[in-house]
C-alpha cells in the first residue's frame, strides 16, 4: 500500500513565506515525477512545480522566481517553498507522486489529500 501526504500548509499574510512538504510511503520500488498542484476555489486545478527522479525541476511561470521546488529521493518527499505570497496564491495544494511498487509494476499516480494555503492581504 502506498501514501502520499502532503504538511506544511496554513495561513500567512502576503509577502511572506511557506513551506509545504510532500512525503511518499508504503510499498516504493521506484519514484518517477512528483509534483505539486494546486486549485483554488471556482477554478481548475493547476501544475505549480514538478520534478523528476533526476533532478530536474520546472516551475509554473505564474510562480517562477518566487518558488523553488526541491527533492530528497532517500526520503521520498519533496518540498515546495513559497516566498513572497500573494492572495492570488491561495488554494488547496495537491501533491501527486508516479509510483512502482514492483520492479514489474508499470506505476500509477498517487494523490495526497492535500494541504490549504491562505494568503491573506
Known amino acids: 500500500q502506498v501514501q502520499v501526504v502532503e504538511s506544511g500548509g496554513g495561513l500567512v499574510q502576503a509577502g511572506g513565506s511557506l513551506r509545504v512538504s510532500c512525503t511518499a510511503s508504503?510499498?516504493?520500488?521506484?519514484?518517477?515525477?512528483m509534483a505539486w498542484h494546486r486549485q483554488a476555489p471556482g477554478k481548475q486545478r493547476e501544475l505549480v512545480a514538478s520534478s523528476t527522479s533526476s533532478g530536474r525541476t520546472d516551475v509554473a511561470d505564474s510562480v517562477k522566481g518566487r518558488f523553488t521546488l526541491s527533492r530528497d529521493n532517500a526520503k521520498n518527499t519533496v518540498y515546495l517553498q513559497m516566498n513572497s505570497l500573494k492572495p492570488e496564491d491561495t488554494a488547496v495544494y495537491f501533491c501527486y507522486a508516479d509510483i512502482q511498487t514492483s520492479r514489474w509494476d508499470l506505476g500509477q499516480t498517487y494523490w495526497g489529500q492535500g494541504t490549504q494555503v491562505t494568503v491573506s492581504s
Open positions: 508504503g510499498n516504493i520500488f521506484s519514484i518517477a515525477q
